[in-house]
């Protein structure tokens, strides 16, 4: 069973930064794609920052620029530099780690990974 723990989350004023981190209990080089997604209070969960083990990245618009994922694979982690934070990016971060069935880095896999963390709170006061 994979577990994500998410950590790094708090209360920061507009225009500070916070790293969130997102450790796995497995080696994250065995997932296809990693990412961070977050839900404001009435919204739906939303993608904000995901990358794939074949190289492609991206970001939602609204944090191109400010947001940046990355990932050390020795400790398993995978983290989300934010800066220039604003009001409206305070909601729960999740981490979510995913890997299709069948073969993938010499390995087979008999079924879907789609992985997920409990999340980190962020609230950005103005």
């Known amino acids: 069973q994979v577990q994500l723990v998410e950590s790094g989350g708090g209360l920061v004023q507009a225009g500070g930064s916070l790293r969130l981190s997102c450790a796995a209990s497995v080696r994250i080089f065995s997932f296809y794609a990693m990412g961070w997604y977050r839900q404001a209070p009435g919204k739906q969960r939303e993608l904000v920052a995901r990358f794939t083990n074949s190289g492609s990245t991206n970001y939602a618009d609204s944090v191109k620029g400010r947001f940046t994922i990355s990932t050390d694979n020795a400790k398993n982690t995978m983290y989300l530099q934010m800066n220039r934070l604003k009001p409206e990016d305070t909601a729960v971060y999740y981490c979510?780690?995913?890997?299709?069935?069948?073969?993938?880095?010499?390995?087979?896999?008999?079924?879907?990974?789609?992985?997920w963390g409990q999340g980190t709170l962020v609230t950005v006061s103005s």
């Open positions: 979510n780690a995913h890997r299709p069935a069948g073969m993938y880095r010499d390995t087979y896999y008999a079924n879907v990974l789609d992985a």
